[in-house]
């Protein structure tokens, strides 16, 4: 589920980008932060997940941290104001995608 000011930020990096690809990892650096990409500079993985899509936008997850989160969550992808060192998009208009998680 995204939050409709996550829906206008992809809509307006759609228009500057292009087609996206969202992926959210357990990585270290941005710790389980949703990425956004152009489509095309990230690859998916074997174990990667395909969520759904926003827009168009194919959001992927790891497997393995979809297992941490569990498969009976509704996943909420919100948009925030920020000041962050990303390669994240959405960070150039010092913005940020978030994650928020209830079980249903």
Request: a negative charge; glycine letters at 10%; one cysteine or more.
């Amino acid at each position: 589920m995204f939050t409709p000011r996550a829906v206008a930020l992809v809509q307006r990096l759609k228009a500057c980008y292009g087609p996206l690809l969202f992926h959210q990892s357990g990585g270290c650096c941005e710790g389980s932060a949703p990425m956004c990409y152009k489509r095309g500079d990230f690859r998916v993985g074997a174990n990667d997940v395909l969520l759904g899509t926003i827009e168009d936008t194919p959001f992927y997850i790891g497997g393995e941290q979809l297992k941490q989160w569990g498969e009976h969550m509704q996943f909420i992808i919100d948009a925030t104001p920020s000041h962050s060192d990303s390669f994240s998009l959405e960070t150039r208009d010092d913005m940020r995608f978030t994650t928020g998680a209830r079980s249903f």
